[in-house]
């Protein structure tokens, strides 16, 4: 099984760039999260979603679109990459339903120069 | 607002020592508390987890107690190895949906724990 996959997994961005980061899942869970990763800062939340169609933000959303037109996809959206988004991004799913595990992919890591 | 206080931020063990790392939480709606494991260059793992309804789980080496007035839980590692070396987050969500969020982890910010032989 794939699980979670992300791509890519390595990733150099210029101060202003656009780009997407793709997340897909074979599992059919319902629910989908975006994570950023930093040092001394944990996992924090930037955008959900608990189905197709539906999304909302998280602790960190400000410079970041997500989209679910679809149960297996949840793409995230630099809209113009600014030094401070340099992070390591997870993304994550759930089936649906409460207190399941949450399946994490292999993230993506991100360089904003 | 940090929801979920974690410490040690690193912790160093012998081989064959026990680990213990604790974490704390504010928010009484929370009634499921996860352990992830994230080794380097990876995605966390979910390691193990419990419910209020009991004060301690056991896997293996692997332990989580429970104190439900104090609002804390901690990771034991007993008979570390080096294998074990990681970086473990605790986690906390609620049960009960009170809107499209409320399903939503929030973790802790991490502890790397080195095993030394």
């Known amino acids: 099984n794939a699980g979670v996959t992300q791509t890519p997994k390595f990733q150099v961005l210029k101060t202003g760039q656009s780009m997407t980061l793709q997340c897909a899942q074979d599992m059919n869970h319902e629910y989908m999260s975006w994570y950023r990763q930093d040092p001394g800062m944990g996992l924090r939340l930037i955008h959900y979603s608990v189905g197709a169609g539906i999304t909302d933000q998280g602790e960190v959303p400000n410079g970041y679109n997500v989209s679910r037109s679809t149960t297996e996809d949840f793409p995230l959206r630099l809209l113009s990459a600014a030094p401070s988004q340099t992070s390591v991004y997870f993304c994550?799913?759930?089936?649906?339903?409460?207190?399941?595990?949450?399946?994490f992919g292999q993230g993506t890591r991100l360089t904003v120069v | 607002q940090q929801q979920v206080k974690q410490s040690p931020q690193s912790l160093i063990v012998q081989k064959g020592g026990i680990s213990i790392i604790n974490c704390a939480y504010e928010n009484t709606a929370f009634d499921y508390f996860p352990w992830y494991q994230q080794f380097p260059g990876k995605g966390p793992a979910l390691l193990i987890a419990i419910r209020p309804d009991v004060s301690e789980k056991k896997e293996g080496r692997f332990t989580i107690s429970f104190n439900k007035s104090a609002k804390q839980f901690s990771l034991h590692i007993m008979d570390s190895q080096p294998g074990d070396s990681a970086t473990y987050f605790c986690?906390?969500?609620?049960?009960?949906?009170?809107?499209?969020?409320?399903?939503?982890?929030?973790f802790g910010k991490g502890t790397k724990l080195s095993v030394i032989p």
């Open positions: 994550a799913s759930r089936q649906g339903g409460l207190n399941t595990e949450a399946f």
């Open positions: 986690a906390a969500s609620p049960s009960r949906r009170s809107g499209a969020g409320s399903y939503q982890l929030t």
